[in-house]
């Protein structure tokens, strides 16, 4: 890489060791370039203070408050049973709220002389809950005084302190000295943006955004600097995902056409529906593109239950019609049985191809999946390799070396944010020429996330709910605060399997965990705090010995054997079960119309947009649906302000907007499960919408005109360590 040495030099040799380790381990900086682009998260100014009162919980904060109050208390304790242990408690405040610091032990003398009524200061730490009240532990902190005492207090209080992203290990104020070091550097930065781009815009240079953006003197510097690297992101993520398309578009493609008076003519004459506008538009985009001699690439979004397996099925018969084989894949075996069910059940005899009584058109349609026996494996991929099948639904066991297609045209991907994209390229990999991809979710994406996540693949949207689907109403029920609600709650779940219903309960983790005996030797203060999330099956357990004793409850989770698994899954689709607790196995695809009912426990542990996709397990059929969400947060939280936005709109798009509002942006380009940092900085996905789009059209004019990029060693720089942040996650392969 043509690097400039000064970004690219390691941060151990210009911090030393022990802050570099840290850096790489915790904040996953590597060089000085890396720290150069760690932008702090927000300013203080010295006589302005973050509300107390808006910390979100369990995260790590750095506030600027002032010391009202502090106590020392004395008990008797297992360690001091003379009355000598000691414990500090500080209040401070900030004009908005009030928090409090406990430090223990020794750890109270320093701050018992430091933290004096009126002080000020920084304090770093993470925000918990105790006795219901907001606390911050031990936190770290730094006394705020003014080095020159003739300094004023105006001059002192104008400064703009920058707060950094900061882990316990590092805190806020140690990131920025090292800043300091490393500022000079900036000046050798490359600058990624075409210089026409940058001067048209106004923009500033690039090494006078970094200093802006780390030694602010006014806000004017702040929003110049970060006009400018919202650019560059923008950009250079847009360039990227562009030169993705070009390249895609150039890739041959077998054009399918469905034959007239075929296979689809046959399915659409058996529907006893007619299709919706949306589908029949969607429909069309799709066969558009299936008609072309490149690769299709669409995304098929759709609130749940929009009928987009309809849509993919027709996709499926189409190119089968063509001569071609389509694949499905689902993220579990659950949900490949399911869609296998279901696409069988609505193409009846035409899935029955060279069997008796199967259609003069049909086709055959199999399964495969890692638990199923050898012989109906052998049968499937035997099936699939002459072409007899020419459709296949199954896991990521569809990706294995020895599963060969005769002619693969369509591969649809179900749920695609469950899926690496290696997995997505191994089985486009499985076709004589690239095979047209479609990729669906229910997960409602905003329009710029689209254009960010799934940058390289057209976006299709059904936004009209079929006839027939009943609403769902949503209610929290606060646990702590009112118990007597829980109780009740438990009481509609009666009312409905009395009324000859179904109901879910769902709970955030399954219960059979090993305990970590380091972790199990916690305080009593902790316990009553951090309580682990409910579990399956101590929640079935008490459930049917206490309040829904005499129902039939049955449990189901990720780690039940797959026959196990289905057997639960067929009992409750057939009425047999009245309840079933869960955990999210069931937020994808499981489809039983009888099932009116679900209370989520511990909502507050799960994301909007996951307990949106909860919910819409029930008020699948024509009695309407309800969905309880138990919580113990306090009603100030924030936790407890996502839930009862949860329960105000039915609306995916405006949930996933608050989602995406409420989290960092981080979480929506790499999953945050994948535990890597987003590319995102100060780029807001939601609020930079006009950004995004400009810089897509920008790219798209750049690559059509340059694809290599050759005139511009700065934007390649970048390119190429962008490319390599995300090379586990989507970008890579797409």
Not at 294 to 311: A, C, D, F, Y
Request: hydrophobic fraction near 40%.
């Amino acid at each position: 890489m043509d690097l400039v040495p000064a970004l690219q030099e390691p941060l151990k040799k210009v911090l030393g060791p022990a802050t570099a380790k840290v850096m790489a381990e915790h904040l996953g900086l590597h060089t000085v370039g890396d720290l150069l682009h760690h932008y702090p998260r927000r300013y203080e100014e010295r006589g302005q203070l973050t509300h107390l009162a808006d910390l979100p919980m369990d995260e790590h904060v750095t506030v600027v408050a002032m010391v009202a109050d502090a106590r020392l208390h004395t008990f008797a304790s297992a360690k001091a049973p003379r009355g000598k242990g000691q414990r500090l408690e500080v209040t401070i405040t900030d004009g908005s709220g009030r928090l409090q610091l406990v430090f223990f032990g020794n750890g109270v003398h320093k701050p018992h002389k430091e933290l004096l009524p009126g002080t000020r200061a920084m304090f770093a730490g993470k925000v918990s809950v105790f006795n219901r009240r907001l606390q911050l532990a031990h936190p770290a902190y730094e006394l705020l005084r003014g080095d020159d005492p003739s300094e004023s207090v105006e001059t002192w209080a104008g400064a703009l302190i920058p707060l950094y992203p900061a882990t316990a290990k590092l805190e806020s104020w140690k990131i920025g000295k090292a800043v300091q070091t490393v500022l000079p550097s900036a000046q050798e930065a490359l600058d990624p943006l075409p210089p026409a781009l940058r001067e048209g815009r106004g923009l500033v240079s690039l090494p006078e955004a970094l200093l802006k953006i780390h030694r602010p003197h006014t806000k004017a510097d702040i929003a110049a600097a970060r006009d400018r690297l919202k650019w560059d992101e923008a950009f250079v993520l847009q360039v990227a995902l562009a030169r993705r398309r070009h390249a895609d578009a150039l890739l041959p493609a077998v054009a399918r056409k469905p034959t007239p008076d075929g296979l689809l003519t046959a399915f659409d004459d058996r529907l006893p529906f007619t299709l919706t506008d949306g589908q029949q538009k969607v429909s069309k985009e799709i066969f558009d593109d299936l008609a072309t001699e490149h690769p299709m690439h669409r995304l098929l979004q759709g609130e749940v239950g929009s009928g987009k397996t309809l849509v993919a099925l027709r996709a499926m018969l189409a190119v089968v019609d063509a001569g071609g084989q389509a694949a499905m894949l689902a993220p579990t075996e659950v949900l490949a049985q399911q869609h296998h069910r279901s696409i069988t059940e609505m193409m009846g005899e035409l899935a029955e191809g060279g069997m008796l009584g199967g259609a003069e058109h049909a086709t055959k349609v199999v399964l495969l999946t890692g638990s199923m026996g050898t012989a109906a494996r052998r049968q499937a991929m035997l099936d699939l390799v002459t072409g007899d099948a020419g459709i296949v639904i199954g896991t990521h066991a569809l990706i294995e070396d020895k599963v060969q297609f005769h002619d693969l045209g369509l591969v649809v991907v179900d749920e695609q944010h469950r899926f690496g994209v290696e997995q997505r390229d191994a089985l486009r990999g499985k076709g004589k020429q690239p095979p047209h991809l479609l990729v669906m979710t229910a997960t409602p994406i905003p329009r710029t996330v689209a254009m960010t996540v799934f940058g390289d693949l057209e976006t299709s949207v059904l936004d009209q709910l079929p006839a027939g689907r009943s609403p769902i109403a949503t209610h929290v029920v606060p646990a702590a605060d009112k118990p007597h609600f829980l109780a009740r709650a438990w009481e509609r779940v009666r009312e409905e399997v009395g009324n000859g219903h179904q109901a879910y309960v769902v709970c955030p983790r399954i219960g059979d965990e090993e305990e970590d005996p380091r972790k199990a030797k916690k305080s009593a203060e902790d316990e009553a705090e951090k309580r682990p999330p409910l579990a399956v099956l101590d929640v079935a357990d008490h459930l049917a010995k206490g309040p829904l004793s005499g129902l039939k409850v049955e449990v189901l989770h990720g780690r039940m054997h797959p026959d196990d698994k289905d057997a639960v899954m067929r009992r409750f689709a057939a009425g047999e079960t009245d309840v079933l607790v869960a955990t999210t196995v069931i937020e994808v695809g499981v489809n039983v119309p009888n099932a009116t009912a679900m209370v989520i426990m511990d909502a507050d542990r799960f994301g909007v947009s996951q307990l949106h996709q909860l919910r819409g397990r029930v008020g699948r059929g024509s009695a309407p649906g309800l969905c309880l969400l138990v919580t113990e947060m306090p009603e100030a939280s924030p936790a407890r302000q996502r839930l009862t936005a949860v329960a105000s709109t039915l609306d995916g798009f405006e949930l996933s907007r608050i989602d995406l509002e409420q989290r960092r942006e981080g979480d929506v380009l790499g999953q945050a499960q994948s535990g890597a940092r987003s590319s995102l900085r100060v780029l807001a996905v939601i609020e930079d919408e006009e950004i995004i789009a400009e810089a897509r059209d920008e790219a798209t004019a750049l690559v059509a005109d340059d694809p290599e990029l050759t005139s511009l060693p700065g934007l390649r720089t970048a390119l190429d360590a962008l490319l390599d942040e995300e090379r586990e996650q989507y970008l890579e392969k797409g």
